[in-house]
């Protein structure tokens, strides 16, 4: 049997009233890759916070590698050879790649000559990892997965013999998550411990050694990988059976015409195409997905119809109003789609749906402060705010339900929750949603998918951009596939399969799938 590499005993830490970690004890074997999962807020990201120093456990015994240690800061997890990539990087934009490996960690003044010897290191280190990157790339870019195998060859200069992996595919696509899989694989034939926090199921079966389970602060579940299945892991991270599947579809799917976009062309400020000639309706009582491979215009689609940007190209019409950009038109914005019944939940929650640094309360009335439940004459009805904050954490089970918490102190998951309640609680007639299950647990997407079939039943035109083709192939009734900036395929759910929708993403022309899947 291997030797422990991590030994985490009886760790407490408390955040005011909240017990974030009670009692959790922890052992990861070296080179094996350790999966710590379990739902938002249960205790997982501080319990790796603690270990790489970001906390101070209020009381527990860390060992690395079966010494006793004393981790007061991330300096000091650093020396003893943890590394840890966080969900959202630590990176600067306008730097180099190379740039920021060596950022804290230049060793001297000499900046050239610290470069110079930086960069004959980090090829020898991409050599034997696999991690490829462009060192003298600007961060800003890069694309996700670069910048994701910048952050592993990063901690992996600075010494790293643990690496602490938090959500780590939660942005990737599905090649990007084939690369990072491979990366790790090989990183364990060295010798490498991997700890990884994730709530992809599916990806701990194919990947991971071992797993802990965890819930509401405590570990309930740890077992090998060939003693366990998806469904028992479900289980113990939710307390009860979960099902994902698909559900049967409205009596009714097609209804009136809710939105109808003409030709829509858009051209990103770097002189990109980003949408070629979209065309695409969405009805009352269905649901419709857009499937594709992340970066493919889905983003640009959303921000097109939702209001928050102007194409060069194109007409909408929303409801009874039309909106183009010829002369003597104007396109949608956000304020005037509100109006019309039109909600948005983006992609990014954090660049486009929350204030990091607000209350909850604050997020949760974002975009309707205006409304005389939440105002009177400009001013605004703050107790009203808590009160219908309140209610929102209530039933979309938000944690902690304290809508005086600040925004940022939410786990992912929670976030989520939170801005799905303020988009839905205002009865929309149309709901665009980007990534609605992104770093959300197993138990948070079947609350999440179930709300939406409710607002689809109770009228509602729900258009879904997912990267998860489980997650389209669950929730839609007509599905809408991308790539490059155009919609290769159209087709209801009854003709849908992974393969087929494998094959439109990769631009597959419509007939030739269907003569395929004939085959």
């Not at 990087?89 to 960690?105: E, K, Q, T």
Request: negative net charge; aromatic residues 4%; contains cysteine.
């Amino acid at each position: 049997m291997k030797p422990l590499a991590v030994r985490m005993h009886n760790i407490h830490k408390r955040f005011g009233t909240v017990q974030a970690n009670d009692a959790v004890s922890l052992s990861v074997r070296a080179a094996t890759v350790h999966a710590l999962v379990g739902e938002n807020g249960a205790g997982k990201s501080t319990l790796m916070s603690v270990l790489y120093g970001f906390y101070q456990a209020d009381e527990g015994e860390i060992e690395i590698e079966g010494r006793p240690v004393r981790i007061p800061d991330a300096h000091a997890a650093i020396a003893l050879g943890l590394g840890m990539v966080h969900q959202h990087f630590m990176l600067v934009d306008r730097l180099s790649a190379l740039d920021n490996i060596l950022l804290g960690a230049e060793q001297g003044f000499f900046l050239r000559r610290a470069q110079a010897m930086a960069r004959e290191r980090l090829l020898a280190l991409m050599q034997s990892s696999g991690l490829v990157v462009d060192l003298d790339a600007r961060v800003g870019d890069l694309s996700v997965g670069d910048r994701q195998r910048l952050e592993i060859l990063k901690a992996l200069y600075r010494g790293a013999r643990i690496l602490i992996l938090d959500e780590p595919t939660a942005v990737l696509t599905p090649a990007e998550t084939e690369q990072l899989f491979a990366v790790l694989a090989k990183l364990r034939e060295q010798g490498c411990t991997v700890i990884l926090i994730t709530h992809k199921l599916k990806e701990v079966m194919r990947l991971c050694d071992q797993v802990t389970v965890m819930r509401a602060g405590r570990v309930v579940h740890e077992c090998a990988i060939a003693e366990t299945t998806v469904e028992q892991l479900a289980e113990a991270m939710v307390g009860r059976k979960v099902s994902l599947g698909r559900s049967e579809p409205a009596e009714e799917v097609a209804g009136e015409i809710r939105l109808v976009a003409e030709g829509l062309r858009f051209t990103d400020a770097m002189g990109c195409v980003r949408l070629k000639e979209v065309s695409l309706s969405l009805r009352a009582g269905e649901i419709v997905g857009v499937a594709g491979v992340a970066g493919n215009g889905q983003s640009e689609l959303l921000a097109v119809l939702s209001g928050l940007a102007s194409p060069q190209a194109g007409r909408l019409q929303l409801g009874a109003q039309t909106f183009g950009v010829m002369p003597g038109e104007r396109w949608l914005d956000p304020r005037i789609a509100r109006q019309l019944g039109l909600a948005h939940v983006p992609e990014d929650r954090h660049a486009r749906a929350m204030v990091m640094d607000f209350p909850a309360w604050e997020s949760a009335v974002l975009g309707y402060e205006a409304l005389p439940a939440y105002s009177h004459k400009g001013w605004m009805r703050r107790a009203a705010m808590m009160a219908a904050t309140a209610a929102m954490m209530s039933r979309f089970d938000v944690r902690p339900p304290l809508p005086q918490l600040g925004s940022s102190k939410f786990s992912g998951g929670n976030q989520q929750k939170l801005v799905l309640a303020r988009e839905i609680g205002q009865n929309p007639v149309l709901l665009l949603v980007g990534q609605p299950t992104r770093g959300v647990d197993i138990g948070a997407i079947e609350f999440i998918h179930a709300r939406l079939r409710e607002l689809r039943d109770a009228g509602c035109s729900v258009l879904v951009v997912s990267s998860e083709l489980d997650e389209i192939l669950a929730l839609a009734d007509r599905v809408l596939v991308m790539n490059a900036g155009r919609i290769t395929g159209e087709l209801p759910i009854e003709a849908c399969d992974e393969k087929t929708l494998g094959m439109l993403m990769s631009e597959t022309d419509v007939a030739q799938v269907a003569e395929e899947v004939e085959a």
